[in-house]
């Protein structure tokens, strides 16, 4: 079920988590209401970490967008899913070992300033392989990514997310092209850096504290994001709370259909709910659910849930309430009349 707060959400927890596309920008638009909530909430005192499974673009470039949004970002708050692969594939292999790098500039330079030696084809014996996402992939590349795992090579992903959300609409993600060379290949990467691992996650509290320093405690930590599958996902895996936007890819249905790995433990329609206190949800009798004014209402017998206002966040809050009651006592949420909301 989903919790709540007695304070704003920037003044229960220490250090965001916060997920970029589809939460502060689309491509290189700024989210509506997300800078001047960030700030906000620093000023209340909560540190930001931004993760983001885009294994292309090199952190400066990432902090300078978000400089133009009136932002005040250092580079090393920017954790991508290079800077993190870099750092889990030098965990596998010896000091120096080659590896076979499909990927953006960035990847390959944070895989060699891990100690590692980028090499460019299958034929020079890697004794890895990491693959991200950047635009001008080709297939040759693939296919060496193919050989080399063929032939023996580990295999690392920077993320699987399947699409990613542009100016344009939704286009495909790092997780197709990976998709290619499993068919090719018919082996499964042994590790994701990316988000829904919460590798992401780990390796942002650990470089937010400095690799020898405490990091903070996961209870006051908040991973952020828009996706289930993924930002909010990773926050279940790793242990951490999870709040979920709606200025990205998720949509109420399906926050009310998520089974318990993809719940979050708040929803908020954008970044300014963490400036706000997040209220409970109660069960009342007769299959009403209550959170603060607003009230959802299963009918089993009719197969329906009902709000009386779908315009409501908070009757949102209290239908998911509902739904994920009824699916976790056996029930199947997907079969019944679900409210449509109009956020």
């Not at 944070?110 to 030696?117: K, M, N, S, W």
């Not at 929803?267 to 109660?282: F, T, Y």
Request: with cysteine.
């Amino acid at each position: 079920m989903l919790k709540h707060t007695d304070r704003p959400v920037a003044e229960t927890y220490r250090l965001a988590l916060l997920d970029l596309d589809g939460v502060v920008y689309r491509g290189k638009n700024p989210v509506e209401h997300a800078a001047e909530s960030i700030r906000a909430a620093e000023a209340a005192g909560m540190t930001i970490e931004y993760t983001t499974n885009n294994s292309s673009r090199f952190q400066r470039v990432v902090a300078e967008q978000l400089r133009g949004f009136d932002l005040d970002v250092e580079p090393r708050q920017v954790i991508t899913s290079s800077v993190v692969a870099a750092r889990m594939v030098a965990r596998h292999v010896p000091a120096g070992a080659k590896v076979l790098v499909l990927g953006a500039a960035h990847l390959r330079e944070e895989v060699a300033a891990a100690g590692l030696t980028v090499v460019e084809s299958a034929a020079d014996e890697p004794a890895a392989v990491i693959q991200g996402w950047y635009p001008d992939m080709t297939w040759s590349q693939m296919a060496e990514v193919a050989y080399a795992v063929e032939h023996g090579a580990t295999y690392f992903v920077t993320n699987r997310d399947l699409t990613i959300p542009r100016e344009m609409g939704i286009a495909p993600g790092c997780g197709s092209m990976i998709q290619a060379v499993m068919n090719a290949t018919g082996v499964e990467p042994v590790a994701s850096a990316g988000k829904p691992e919460s590798a992401m996650y780990d390796e942002a509290r650990l470089l937010a504290a400095g690799d020898d320093a405490q990091p903070v405690d996961k209870t006051l930590c908040l991973a952020i994001g828009d996706r289930l599958d993924t930002d909010i996902e990773a926050g279940t895996r790793g242990g951490y709370d999870a709040l979920a936007v709606l200025t990205g890819v998720t949509n109420p249905r399906e926050l009310m259909l998520a089974p318990a790995h993809l719940r979050p433990s708040y929803i908020v329609p954008d970044l300014r709910g963490l400036l706000e206190a997040q209220p409970p949800v109660e069960r009342l009798d007769g299959g009403v659910w209550r959170c603060r004014d607003a009230h959802a209402t299963l009918d089993e017998a009719a197969a329906t849930l009902g709000v009386d206002d779908a315009t409501s966040v908070d009757a949102l809050r209290a239908a998911c309430c509902a739904a994920w009651s009824y699916a976790d006592h056996g029930g199947d949420p997907a079969a019944l009349d679900l409210p449509d909301f109009r956020l």
